[in-house]
T-cell receptor, first 113, second 113 residues
Framework: DAGVTQSPTHLIKTRGQQVTLRCSPISGHKSVSWYQQVLGQGPQFIFQYYEKEERGRGNFPDRFSARQFPNYSSELNVNALLLGDSALYLC????????????FGEGSWLTVV | AQKITQTQPGMFVQEKEAVTLDCTYDTSDQSYGLFWYKQPSSGEMIFLIYQGSYDEQNATEGRYSLNFQKARKSANLVISASQLGDSAMYFCAMREAEYALNFGKGTSLLVTP
């Protein structure tokens, strides 16, 4: 079975641009979460969606938004990119909410120049 | 306040030896979950083991075991018979609310021949 898949794996954007990151959860998983991991730190929670509804939001500005589609895949959008948005963006999926086994994808490496 | 504390920035262990990675947590909730993840340089966050706060027995998954001491609020990861492929960053995380994982800063483990 396929794990959590994310795209793109690497991308470079310019300050002020917008980016969309995509995530497909493990088949059967209904919960998707997004995390930001800057170099040298642990991941920080951004959003969680369960059954297409936002269940939680971390301490991130409104430039960050997300949604979950009927097939449970998800997109994370970041507007007006700043240099500080350069990070690894990780998507996680679990069957329920809360989940006891939470699986992550390989992440999307975003560099803002 | 720091929710998850990993006091060992870096650890060395010889191949085939056992190693313990420390994790302490801070919560006033009665119900919570503790997770350990491995992150190789590729970036993927690999789920290793889960311990629920009400689980009476320590969790084990193959060569990984979790030494859960609830009164001390510690959840140390024990890796037995270390292998070269175990070299990676290891993160301890706690789920309090339904959705968000709080991660520690991680421990870098290097397994030497």
């Amino acid at each position: 079975d396929a794990g959590v898949t994310q795209s793109p794996t690497h991308l470079i954007k310019t300050r002020g641009q917008q980016v969309t990151l995509r995530c497909s959860p493990i088949s059967g998983h209904k919960s998707v979460s997004w995390y930001q991991q800057v170099l040298g730190q642990g991941p920080q929670f951004i959003f969680q969606y369960y059954e297409k509804e936002e269940r939680g939001r971390g301490n991130f500005p409104d430039r960050f938004s997300a949604r979950q589609f009927p097939n449970y895949s998800s997109e994370l959008n970041v507007n007006a990119l700043l240099l500080g948005d350069s990070a690894l963006y990780l998507c996680a999926s679990s069957f329920g909410s809360p989940g006891n086994t939470i699986y992550f994808g390989e992440g999307s490496w975003l560099t803002v120049v | 306040a720091q929710k998850i504390t990993q006091t060992q920035p870096g650890m060395f262990v010889q191949e085939k030896e056992a190693v313990t990675l420390d994790c302490t947590y801070d919560t006033s909730d009665q119900s919570y979950g503790l997770f350990w993840y491995k992150q190789p340089s590729s970036g993927e966050m690999i789920f290793l083991i889960y311990q629920g706060s009400y689980d009476e027995q320590n969790a084990t998954e193959g060569r990984y075991s979790l030494n859960f001491q609830k009164a001390r609020k510690s959840a140390n990861l024990v890796i037995s018979a270390s292998q070269l492929g175990d070299s990676a960053m290891y993160f301890c995380a706690m789920r309090e609310a339904e959705y968000a994982l709080n991660f520690g800063k991680g421990t870098s483990l290097l397994v030497t021949p």
